[in-house]
T-cell receptor, first 113, second 114 residues
């Protein structure tokens, strides 16, 4: 595709439910990042994948959050037992390699009722 | 601690006026600094990159500066347009740290009024 694709664009869920967010990076990009952006706030780092290296999970806020990436392709971010404070836009970005600029998707707006 | 601080937090200017956004960082060792523009409801888009040896770089009406000694960068917008209304995010890349070696500022929200 032409850019980073995220789905769904919007997700409304009930407190306690699990949600799965998907990111399709630009083909050939080895690096993939997930960020969380609460309303009116800056981007919070969640997790970083670089090729086949072990991911940097240092930003995941709790064990309810997990992410996977299959090779250098699609990534999924899973939030278990969602809480209202999980409501935010979840942004995915990819880059060709270390040091290159990030290309962001348009995000998934998650609303937990 | 590696940090990126941006000022002002928000700014309102009239169309056609100039403005300057500031970014101070403590990231060390330093690799590069990027300015991103984030329109409402969209992901950030890279405007320009500054490396250690670069002092000034222009991209159309956007001019970025970097002073690696004082660890400060600025983004100057000339002859602002309504479409410049967005958040501008300063991102510093270091070496050997966590978060994919990227430290994000919280952004400056710019509103350009007619």
């Amino acid at each position: 595709g032409a850019g980073v694709s995220q789905s769904p664009s919007n997700k409304v869920t009930e407190k306690g439910k699990d949600v799965e967010l998907r990111c399709d990076p630009i083909s050939g990009h080895t690096a993939l990042y997930w960020y969380r952006q609460r309303l009116g706030q800056g981007l919070e780092f969640l997790i970083y994948f670089q090729g086949n290296s072990a991911p940097d999970k240092s930003g995941l806020p709790s064990d309810r959050f997990s992410a996977e990436r299959t090779g250098e392709s699609v990534s999924t971010l899973t939030i278990q037992r969602t809480q209202q404070e999980d409501s935010a836009v979840y942004l995915c970005a990819s880059s060709p390699s270390f040091g290159e600029k990030l290309f962001f998707g348009s995000g998934t707006q998650l609303s937990v009722l | 601690k590696n940090q990126v601080e941006q000022s002002p937090q928000s700014l309102i200017i009239l169309e056609g006026k100039n403005c300057t956004l500031q970014c101070n960082y403590t990231v060390s060792p330093f690799s590069n600094l990027r300015w991103y523009k984030q329109d409402t409801g969209r992901g950030p888009v890279s405007l320009t990159i500054m490396t250690f040896s670069e002092n000034t770089k222009s991209n159309g009406r956007y001019t970025a500066t970097l002073d690696a000694d004082t660890k400060q960068s600025s983004l100057h917008i000339t002859a602002s347009q309504l479409s410049d209304s967005a958040s501008y995010i300063c991102v510093v890349r270091g070496y050997g740290g966590s978060q994919g070696n990227l430290i994000f500022g919280k952004g400056t929200k710019l509103s350009v009024k007619p």
